[in-house]
C-alpha cells in the first residue's frame, strides 16, 4: 500500500515538472472571454495546485475561516486580475506564484493554523498575484468581464474541490500532509521552469 502512495505521489510529482504545464496559458482556437478565463486557472499547474491548496488550507481551519479563507483570496485575485488588465507592472509576479505554490504546500502539510485574519492576509497576498497573471494574461480580444467572471468561478470551484477534499480526510491526517508535502515539492519544477 505503500509502495502504491509512494509510486502514485512520484508520478503527479513528474506530471507537475512537465514545463508546457507549469504556467496558465491561453487554449488557441477557442473563443475569448468567458471560457478562456474560465480555463485559465485550470490549464496551469501552478495556479490550480495553488488553488487546490487553500481549499485543503482552509479545511484545516474552524468556523468562519473554512469560508473566509477562500473568499478572500478570490475577492483579492480579481483585484489582481484588474490590475493585470490595466497593464499595471508586478515584478517578480511568476516568482511570488511559485513561492505561493511551496509555502501553501507546506501549511497544509505542517497543519500550520493561524488567526482567520493572518491566514486571509497569507492567501490574499499570493491572490494579488495569481490574479495579476490571470488578468495579464488575458487576450487583447476577449471580454474582461466574461474572461473575469471564468476564472472566478474556475477558482472557486479548484477551492471547493480542495476544501471538500480537506474535510473528507480530516480522518486521515497523514494523507493530507502528504497531499501538501506534494504540492509544496512540485512548486520546484516552478522555479526551475
Do not use: Y
Request: hydrophobic share 60%; with cysteine.
Amino acid at each position: 500500500m505503500k509502495t502504491n502512495i509512494s509510486k502514485s505521489l512520484l508520478a503527479l510529482s513528474l506530471l507537475v515538472c512537465l514545463p508546457n504545464l507549469a504556467e496558465a496559458h491561453i487554449l488557441f482556437g477557442t473563443p475569448h472571454g468567458f471560457q478562456d478565463g474560465f480555463l485559465h486557472p485550470l490549464t496551469g499547474w501552478d495556479h490550480l495546485l495553488a488553488m487546490v491548496a487553500v481549499g485543503l488550507w482552509a479545511a484545516q481551519h474552524r468556523g468562519r475561516a473554512l469560508w473566509l479563507i477562500p473568499l478572500s483570496f478570490v475577492s483579492v485575485m480579481l483585484l489582481g486580475g484588474i490590475l493585470g488588465v490595466a497593464g499595471v507592472a508586478m515584478p517578480g509576479a511568476e516568482l511570488t506564484i511559485a513561492i505561493s505554490v511551496l509555502t501553501l504546500g507546506l501549511l497544509v502539510a505542517t497543519t500550520t493554523r493561524f488567526r482567520p485574519s493572518l491566514s486571509m492576509a497569507v492567501v490574499g497576498l499570493f491572490a494579488l498575484f495569481h490574479g495579476f497573471a490571470h488578468g495579464h494574461e488575458m487576450p487583447a480580444a476577449a471580454s474582461a468581464l466574461a474572461f473575469s467572471v471564468g476564472f472566478v468561478l474556475a477558482t472557486a470551484l479548484l477551492h471547493g474541490l480542495g476544501l471538500a477534499a480537506g474535510l473528507a480526510l480530516q480522518e486521515k491526517p497523514r494523507v493530507l500532509r502528504w497531499a501538501g508535502a506534494v504540492i509544496a515539492a512540485s512548486s520546484f519544477c516552478f522555479f526551475l521552469g
